[in-house]
């Protein structure tokens, strides 16, 4: 088509077809028929289907225009109709209905005239009659009161405003029945409910018995079926649809039982992509249909377009993903499930006021959206209910399912840390490590509130909680302290005595050595004499002057050797004490820097390895290996290796005894990992992330070489 371009998308997506949708319902033929032969026989019908089968629709866009075409002979064509949810105050909700204009509202809007029919309504079990007979309508007018999703009279019982859900959801339900006995007055009611809450039924007198005999079990649409509803509406709205998308369409749905919801939104995704086109004359064909993800991704990057436009408000996505957070829920049976929740708590476990809420709340209900409940542009206040508009969106939405596991791991750590604080101290000891960590590691990534915690108990218990686990906490701290006290004595004085040791060995065999020295010399001086002796006597009966010149001679040369003695041996004392003193100092800075590395100073390390100078040949290297689980955050674990190249370990650490790393960054437990040359000096230890700073000190087997210290990244060296 090109000169009427269509204006109207004919598809409802998330949410039902409404009545004056009908000419674009299409798929249920005979099946309104039906609601309306029982409902003319009983006076009541309750419609009844899995989640995701079409019961609003075909009770909205189906019964109801068939009842104003005359189809029920028996009451003609003029009706009344109360549409409404029963949410978290079903009475006052069928108050609100009836006060409509067009109910029983008097045909003007009256704020005042919904109190006055609640308080009928709950004057007795025949308040419904009662609003009937006082609206005074015409003999042939009927009144159709039909409650949508009654299965809301279970799921919204915890949100009752007037604290007694139980004996109101009773008192609702007796006035719906109350109204069909009385066959002078012609009220009709028609239910529609999931069908796993028919067994929650039974908790309210003679319903199952009205159940049994006026209950319509909404059937699966066969293919046929579903391919007019694909077909029919495009063709009301004047545009064409290309066969083979049709028929992708059909084998995306199978049997999936979200397929006429998520059929719809895509259906209403790819409508908008083909109109935003513009190729009004070409029929709707796969590049649309693939260009919004088709049926498998259409949902979810639906909502995560909404998600990403709220980027422009400061923290509205954090808004936003607390608000799906509480209005999910995942069960016993690991089945995501909606939890529907008022406004004002919404607000007070995100931390945030009712405007920043509802805004978020709006950038999922406008105009092409509707993933939450109420549609717009219905009003909110503090005591609004909130609500997912279909379990659909739960499943489909990939970064909702995310949030889902991510509240139910939440929940069940906080649920053992509860559990666990009401049985200390007397049946219950203080949480260690490793429950400790994971403990504290949730409380500063999710940051816990009271108003959080109520979800899952009391505010009492959640403080009780917060108390066991700062005890906890402390307790730990100074367990810690204490071995760590010990720990570092401990090596102090094993240090301390190792150097003492070290330093008295050194200082013996030098002295030893000066001692072999200064008896060699006295050899010489001893020999010399009996040398020169014997050379005198065989040169005796020489000339006298040549004795004289002789012993003179003798005398000179032992008085040099003694002289050179005396000087060498100075000499020598002067070197040793030198090597002494140097060595102490070695030894002290040795001791100083071990110490630093113990004791995890920190800021004494740095400022040594600032002052040393950087060797160009000594480079470290990292390897990671994935360990096949992850953290309670769902970051992945890895087994994190340290260790020094392969020409380092044949240069500068050839002759190296131990290497020690620091891990300079407050989550370690164990800051120090050692290693030797055994396994090529490589360190290892399990974690999520690298470091920048890893400080390296390097022992060698010669006690005369010092320790030597130096730093490396981490995250830079990896393998």
């Known amino acids: 088509m090109t000169a009427n371009a269509p204006l109207l998308n004919p598809f409802p997506g998330l949410r039902p077809f409404e009545a ?10 005979g099946q309104s028929s039906e609601i309306v032969a029982r409902l003319e026989r009983r006076r009541f019908v309750a419609v009844v289907g899995t989640s995701g089968s079409g019961k609003s629709s075909l009770v909205r866009a ?51 005239r919904t109190p006055l029919l609640e308080a009928v309504l709950r004057r007795s079990g025949l308040g419904l009659i009662d609003v009937f007979k006082q609206a005074r309508l015409a003999p042939n007018e009927r009144l159709l009161v039909v409650v949508d999703q009654f299965e809301e009279l279970f799921r919204f019982g915890r949100l009752s405003r007037t604290g007694t859900s139980a004996d109101d959801g009773a008192a609702f339900v007796n006035l719906l029945l109350e109204a069909v006995r009385s066959r002078e007055h012609p009220i009709y009611v028609v239910l529609t409910m999931r ?51 049709t028929q992708l369409l059909l084998n995306d749905a199978g049997d999936d039982p979200d397929a006429l919801p998520i059929l719809q939104h895509a259906l209403m995704r790819t409508w908008d992509a083909w109109k935003a086109a513009g190729s009004y004359d070409r029929p709707i064909d796969l590049e649309h249909y693939f260009g919004i993800g088709g049926m498998a991704q259409a949902l ?21 993903q607390s608000l799906f957070r509480s209005l999910c829920e995942r069960g016993a049976d690991y089945r995501e499930t909606r939890r529907p929740t008022r406004l004002a708590d919404l607000c007070e476990v995100a931390g945030t006021d009712t ?10 209900r406008c105009e092409g959206r509707t993933f939450v409940m109420p549609g717009w542009p219905a009003k909110l206040d503090p005591d609004t209910v909130i609500d997912i508009s279909h379990e659909s969106l739960i499943r489909q939405w990939q970064l909702l399912r995310e949030w889902v596991r991510s509240e139910a791991r939440s929940e069940a750590l906080y649920q053992r840390l509860r559990q666990t604080a009401q049985l200390w101290p007397e049946n219950a000891a203080l949480w260690r490590n490793p429950d400790l960590e994971r403990a504290l590691l949730w409380e500063r990534e999710e940051a816990p509130s009271p108003a959080w915690a109520a979800r899952y108990g009391t505010r009492e218990e959640f403080a009780r909680a917060i108390a066991f686990l700062r005890a906890s906490e402390a307790a730990w701290r100074e367990e810690t302290e204490h071995i760590a006290q010990a720990a570092r004595a401990a090596t102090e004085h094993e240090l301390e005595m190792r150097t003492q040791r070290d330093r008295e060995a050194r200082l013996q065999a030098e002295v030893r050595a000066l001692q072999s020295r200064k008896r060699l010399l006295q050899a010489v001086l001893v020999l010399v004499p009996a040398l020169i002796a014997g050379l005198g006597w065989a040169l005796y009966n020489r000339s006298d002057a040549i004795r004289q010149s002789t012993r003179a001679l003798a005398e000179k040369e032992r008085a040099q050797l003694a002289a050179e003695s005396a000087r060498v041996e100075a000499i020598n004392a002067h070197q040793a004490r030198e ?37 160009p040949a000594l480079h470290f290297a990292s390897r990671r290996t994935a360990m096949g689980w992850k953290t309670p955050d769902d970051r992945p674990v890895y087994r994190w290796d340290l260790f020094p190249s392969p020409e380092s370990l044949r240069g500068p650490l050839k002759s190296a005894s131990q290497i020690s790393y620091y891990m300079d960054h407050p989550s370690f437990n164990v800051k120090l990992l ?33 320790p030597r210290l130096t730093k490396y990244n981490q995250c830079e060296a990896i393998e």
């Open 300 to 320: 979810s990057q639906h909502a995560d377009q909404a998600y990403g436009a709220l980027a422009a408000i400061p923290g509205a996505q954090a808004v936003a």
């Open 355 to 364: 405007a920043t809420m509802t805004q978020v709340i709006d950038a999922f």
């Open 62 to 112: 189906g019964l109801l225009p068939m009842l104003e075409g005359g189809f029920m002979a028996s009451a003609g064509s003029f009706w009344r109709f109360a549409l409404m949810r029963p949410g978290n105050d079903a009475i006052r909700s069928l108050a609100l209905a009836l006060a409509d204009p067009a109910v029983l509202g008097g045909g003007s809007a009256d704020p005042a």
């Open 195 to 245: 069908s796993d809450f028919l067994g929650d039924c039974a908790r309210f007198p003679d319903l199952p018995e009205t159940l049994n005999d006026s209950q319509y079990l909404i059937p699966r649409l066969t293919r046929d079926q579903r391919r007019a509803s694909i077909e029919g509406p495009v063709a009301v709205s004047g545009a064409t649809i290309a066969p083979r998308l």
């Open 20 to 29: 004056g949708e009908t000419h674009l319902f299409f798929g249920r033929d």
């Open 674 to 706: 050692s290693a030797g040359a055994g396994n090529g000096f490589m360190a290892s230890y399990n974690g999520w992330g690298c470091l920048s700073n890893v400080y390296v000190l390097i022992e060698y087997a010669d006690p005369d070489m010092p």
């Open 579 to 615: 090597r002494s003193e140097q060595l102490l100092e070695r030894l002290t800075n040795s001791n100083r820097l071990k110490r630093a590395f113990l004791a995890g100073d920190i800021a004494t390390i740095e400022r040594i390895a600032v002052a040393t100078d950087r060797d």
